[in-house]
């Protein structure tokens, strides 16, 4: 398990793939690990929009956990947690909302968590685009 803590606002983002890239390159391949660097930056920027994490003064905690099936990440922001909205008629023609998505098409489960110990996470299963196995 890896953790690492990133300060809040738009740079997150961008913080999280530079991290999640040391962990996962010589493990995915690299359709995985566009995907996961797609996950990462949507449930992050989740966390700095909607999670309390607006501001360079906030916190985002990631924990990484790799096994051999594949990755699970979790995010942790200071709202610990929502209720995860309905899905949009067409997420495609939303303007905002498409995040989520996402997420649901890559990963192979997402969810959310309440309390102080909140977070948004996703697991992705095997080497590319969610199929497959994942090397040892």
Known sequence: MHRVWLSGGPDAPSGARAALDLLIVDRFDELGCCDLRV?????????????????????????????????????????GGFDAPAPPDDPWAASASRGLSMVELLSTAWGTRYGPAGSTWFEFAGNGNGKGAAPA
């Open 39 to 79: 996950l990462a930056s949507e449930i992050v920027t989740n966390s700095v929009r909607h999670g309390g994490a607006g501001g360079l003064d906030d916190s985002i905690q990631l924990t990484v956990t790799l096994s051999a099936s594949g990755l699970r990440l979790e995010c942790a922001d200071p709202l």
